[in-house]
């Protein structure tokens, strides 16, 4: 290996991925080929989705909110009944379970003044984990439409294995995207080296719970979806890489 091949191997960051393993490893098969190919990766779930159990028992309904593909693939099938999203991926999802997709919006906030508009009428189940956010059954609730609560999973939190903390401690920079709140709580407490850390937020409200931990950076998606984070990530690693 040439020294100027070195040096270069030594300035690509280390991107450290923080979701559940499947969505981490979607995450790095959507980044360019060439970014992907020398990337150093550390996949370290804070989050483990566990079904509840029993499964709840949560009534007939006439439409479906989703806020994410968790909610999705424990809910019943749609049976062409309308879902009411947020991202087109869990659209996409509730899609091909069956559901009516009327409604696609990028953020919970978006779905409910779109709702509060059209008065969806019937009875609508968020179907939802244990920890979320936004206030929709409330303020759909407030805003005259029948929206009831259904609590399929929970988001247990997870702590960083040694073997994790020991690729952080040997790496000088890090990027990591952070795409929940829930997630961003857990991560400013477990994550370690935060001044090498370079994170960005999927949102405002992602971004609100990282404001206490001490990153080198922290950007905010323009977008809150999946491929504006994609774009993102890539132009922080073209920069870190090719500085």
């Not at 070195?6 to 080929?33: C, H, I, K, S, W």
């Not at 719970?209 to 890539?234: K, V, W, Y």
């Amino acid at each position: 290996m040439t020294e100027r091949t070195t040096r270069a191997a030594m300035t690509v960051p280390l991107l450290l991925l923080t979701r559940p393993q499947d969505d981490n490893e979607g995450f790095v098969a959507g980044l360019a080929p060439d970014l992907r190919a020398g990337l150093r990766v550390v996949m370290a779930p804070l989050l483990q989705i566990a079904p509840v159990t029993p499964a709840p028992d949560c009534g007939p309904c006439d439409g479906a909110i989703f806020t994410s593909r968790n909610g999705v693939a424990l809910a019943p099938d749609g049976h062409g009944r309308p879902a009411f999203c947020v991202g087109p991926r869990t659209a996409a999802q509730a899609a091909e379970r069956g559901w009516d997709t009327p409604v696609v919006a990028a953020t919970a906030d978006e779905l409910v003044v779109a709702l509060s508009k059209t008065q969806p009428g019937g009875r609508v189940i968020h179907f939802a984990g244990k920890h979320r956010r936004g206030n929709i059954e409330e303020r759909l609730s407030a805003a005259g439409m029948t929206v009831e609560t259904c609590i399929l999973y929970d988001q247990r939190r997870r702590d960083l294995t040694p073997e994790n903390r020991a690729e952080l401690a040997a790496a000088s920079r890090i990027i990591a995207p952070v795409f929940s709140p829930r997630t961003a709580e857990i991560f400013v407490e477990e994550v370690p080296f935060q001044d090498r850390i370079e994170a960005v937020a999927l949102s405002p409200a992602v971004a609100v719970a990282l404001r206490s931990g001490s990153f080198a950076e922290l950007h905010i998606c323009a977008h809150p979806n999946a491929g504006q984070m994609t774009e993102d990530i890539e132009k922080l690693l073209r920069r870190a890489t090719f500085a």
